[in-house]
């Protein structure tokens, strides 16, 4: 066949429409020789690597999309980022002011990466809470100072607002000044949990709690709820920590290990504070205004409706000793485990706990 001839029966064959372009095709992509048909860029790309848009109708080029290990981040990840999940991006709840919520003082999430400190010593400072667990623990042995010198309960309540105020003030000041609150973490970051980088401190809510339980409540029962803030929520983190992977969850970040661990030392600091340490170094101005004395009975009412005489209703000495323990027990374990609007458990376990031994006692008492 000549030249001419399949000239001419190219021409008289239908041709297929022209298809659009698609949304990938550029400028730039140039049609390679016939032997080819395939598109070639004449930029260098590396590989791995999705195509930037260059231009657009208006000739601005686009902002160029964030990724995250190579997926693209949402809309609320287009901001600048660290390179550390935050404590506000770990949870779901609706953000208020300054972009975290009310329900997120100190119970979320403690991811490693904010505070310096926790970097190097991550097992002793971010894991296991060391110098924090240990300020825990001290204040109820300065409570029992207190109590065998012979101070009252509501003497106490102005140096702890006294404390309170400033400290408050500063935690405020630090979220309002970035450099500021980097040099608050990097001095005081030990004693920190990297949830309250960008939320409140807990000692805040630790003195407020003192502070309520000590002035609301009589003397014993003011003392207890402090003694079971100290002890009873150290005993609960850390057990639950080691151990609450090897029992049922009672809710989220809360274990069987750490509720039973805050029963078992609730029962022994009431023995201690109630059985051992008011009867042998006491009494002490204030302890004539006890709730509980050694003895619990029924009420009248419910006495006289099972038949019992009033002193067959009532129980003492040890008996009555190991009751209230074991109510102590269970109110200092009841209290850690609940979440109460999401605050700060060391501000509802010293309130919870207060109103539990105060409305028992006020009934058997």
């Known amino acids: 066949m000549t030249r001419s001839a399949a000239r001419r029966r190219v021409a008289s064959t239908p041709q297929p429409a022209p298809s659009e372009l698609d949304e990938d095709d550029s400028p730039d992509l140039q049609r390679a020789r016939s032997r080819s048909r395939s598109p070639i860029d004449s930029r260098t790309l590396r590989r791995l690597t999705t195509r930037k848009a260059t231009s657009t109708a208006n000739g601005v080029k686009p902002a160029a999309a964030a990724t995250t290990n190579g997926h693209p981040a949402k809309p609320a990840d287009a901001a600048g980022t660290n390179g550390h999940l935050s404590p506000t991006s770990a949870t779901t709840t609706t953000t208020t002011y300054y972009g975290w919520s009310w ?12 505070i310096p400190i926790h970097r190097r010593w991550r097992a002793f400072v ?28 509501r003497a106490v309540c102005p140096y702890l607002m006294g404390a309170l105020v400033p400290i408050a003030a500063v935690d405020v000041l630090r979220h309002h000044y970035a450099p500021f609150n980097r040099f608050y973490v990097r001095v005081l970051g030990a004693l920190m949990r990297e949830s309250e ?12 709690g003192a502070w309520a339980v000590l002035y609301c409540f009589p003397k014993d029962v003011g003392v207890m709820g402090t003694l079971l803030l100290s002890w009873c929520d150290t005993a609960a983190s850390t057990f639950g920590r080691l151990y609450g992977r090897y029992t049922p969850r009672i809710r989220r970040g809360k274990s069987l290990a750490g509720s039973l ?3 078992v030392v609730g029962v022994c600091t009431s023995v201690f504070f109630w059985g051992w340490l008011v009867p042998t170094q006491g009494p002490f101005p204030g302890d004539e205004n006890f709730m509980f004395t050694g003895a619990l009975s029924l009420p009248r009412a419910l006495a006289d409706a099972v038949g019992l005489e009033p002193v067959k209703a009532t129980i ?25 609007f999401g605050w700060d458990d060391n501000l509802t376990i010293p309130i919870l706990s207060g109103l539990g031994i105060w409305g028992f006692l006020k009934v058997f008492g």
């Open 261 to 263: 661990a805050a029963f």
């Open 126 to 153: 971010h894991k296991h809470e060391v110098p924090r667990k240990a300020l825990h623990v001290s204040i109820g042995f300065f409570v029992v100072w207190l109590y065998l010198s012979g101070t009252q309960t």
């Open 103 to 114: 329900r997120d003082f100190s119970r979320s999430p403690s991811p490693l990466g904010l």
């Open 197 to 208: 980088f960008a939320g409140y401190n807990g000692v805040i809510f630790y003195l407020l």
């Open 316 to 340: 003492t000495g040890g008996l009555a000793l190991g009751v209230m323990s074991v109510w102590s027990g269970l109110v200092a374990a009841t209290s850690e485990a609940l979440d109460v």
